[in-house]
């Protein structure tokens, strides 16, 4: 639960600023405690717990920004840090667009709905985390005997707390926990090959994540259908992207969406808000809002309310994500948009985004009418120009002929354009699924280059 000594703190340092010559200023406080346990072939091999607790400070004055850090929470060393921080400003360059949100976008203090925080995992007992560990690395191996090593199973706890209090007199904070559980195991294959099989579940609270079985059996499924697994020549045809292949296309995409990409010119979605750029079939939101999601939050980086968005609707692209530095140097508001860490300024990015179909359709009718295409379950690389959009992956997976899987496939590359890939989308699936702060559903791509042979 929220620690008044956090918030105390900030506040005091946004006093001590003041006084030190700050014309403005915010202090930004993360506290957590992590607990990582890991099991390997059903022993113990790692068992850490660890807790940080930082502050931030950022001064702006005349137009000049310093942000300066510390783990030392003592009155001399917040006070060190007050003077140092105002003493870097002087002496940085001036920018008309730096400065603290305008007060009427502070977001008003609560969570009321977020459901951020689950108590039960600040109590968790060491016996109750070792049993969903060694459950899940079971299941894998017995879902199949070809399953014959693993690379252990993991479950990671995290109890935390933002704090944020600016010199306009804003002054908040929330707690939040965050509990994951993942396992990856190999498949024998011939000639010696292993396949690797790998599959998490990560949620808010406890009993929202995926039964260990079922991570289990998930991992083993997917190294065991990877064997035999072959290459194919080089064409073009219907790529059909998993959800969670379809999440790192969303992280990709985040990237050009922003208010700094926007104000570099490094997004190839620069000056196209209003025209189509993708599907009808789609709408793309960012959402802060939603109960118990990774990515939820009652305020930004910078205490400014959170909104939901539409970034996408119906394929027309509708604008970019901003926060109060990148919002005045395009001449926009900022959408509550600024994420932070304790060393460095606010940046933009998304918060929950969410890749949401206006027509889904059941997996097996997504593929039922595919002469030949491709089924990605795997993505090597990073292979993506957002200015340009030319996108190009490594990748392995599934050949589909005839409408139905056919066989494992794997050494081939992926490519086309980001844009041609958004216009391309000509089915969504009904199986929208969470990894982290994006959620897709299955993407079918109507045509892009599968390299091969």
């Avoid at 306009?168 to 024998?188: I, N, Q």
């Avoid at 065991?224 to 995409?253: H, N, S, W, Y």
Wanted: charged content about 20%; aromatic content about 6%; proline content about 5%.
């Amino acid at each position: 639960m929220p620690d008044a000594d956090n918030l105390a703190l900030v506040r005091h340092a946004v006093e001590l600023a003041r006084r030190a010559g700050a014309e403005q200023c915010d202090a930004y406080l993360v506290a957590y405690q992590e607990f990582d346990l890991t099991v390997r072939l059903g022993r113990v091999e790692k068992l850490v717990e660890a807790g940080s607790r930082q502050l931030g400070l950022r001064v702006i004055t005349g137009g000049r920004t310093a942000v300066c850090s510390t783990s030392d929470l003592g009155e001399e060393a917040i006070e060190r840090l007050a003077r140092e921080t105002v003493d870097l400003a002087t002496i940085s360059a001036p920018d008309e667009f730096a400065g603290l949100p305008e007060p009427d976008t502070l977001a008003a203090v609560g969570t009321d709905g977020l459901q951020l925080y689950d108590e039960r995992l600040a109590n968790l007992p060491f016996e109750e985390q070792l049993a969903l560990v060694t459950a899940c690395e079971q299941a894998a191996f017995d879902a199949d005997s070809r399953v014959t090593n693993s690379d252990g199973a993991s479950l990671t706890t995290r109890i935390g707390e933002v704090c944020l209090a600016n010199s306009h007199g804003f002054a908040a904070s929330y707690p939040h926990t965050r509990v994951s559980l993942a396992v990856e195991v190999m498949a024998d294959d011939a000639g010696g090959k292993k396949r690797n099989g790998y599959w998490f579940s990560s949620e808010r609270s406890l009993h929202r994540l995926l039964a260990p079985e079922e991570v289990g059996r998930i991992a083993a499924r997917r190294a065991v259908g990877q064997v035999g697994a072959r290459k194919v020549a080089t064409r073009q045809v219907p790529i059909v992207f998993e959800p969670m292949t379809a999440v790192r296309l969303l992280g990709d995409l985040a990237s050009c969406l922003t208010g700094n990409a926007l104000y570099r010119k490094a997004t190839f979605l620069a000056g196209r808000e209003g025209q189509r750029v993708g599907s009808e079939l789609f709408d793309l939101v960012d959402d802060p809002g939603i109960p118990a999601a990774p990515g939820s939050r009652p305020f930004d980086g910078e205490g400014v309310a959170g909104q939901r968005k539409h970034l996408f609707s119906r394929g027309v692209f509708q604008g970019f994500l901003f926060d109060t530095y990148s919002a005045r140097r395009t001449g926009n508001r900022s959408t509550g948009s600024a994420n932070r860490a304790v060393d460095s300024s606010p940046y933009p990015g998304p918060s929950n985004l969410v890749l949401e179909a206006i027509a889904p359709v059941p997996l097996g009718d997504l593929i039922a009418d595919i002469r030949e295409g491709f089924l990605v379950t795997e993505l090597i690389g990073h292979g993506f120009n957002p200015t340009s959009g030319d996108w190009s992956r490594g990748a392995a997976g599934y050949w589909i002929e005839g409408g139905e899987i056919a066989y494992p496939v794997t050494e081939v590359n992926v490519s086309g354009t980001l844009e041609s890939m958004l216009a391309g989308i000509d089915a969504l699936g009904d199986d929208l699924t969470w990894f982290g702060s994006m959620a897709a559903p299955t993407v079918r791509i109507q045509g892009m280059t599968l390299s091969g042979l």
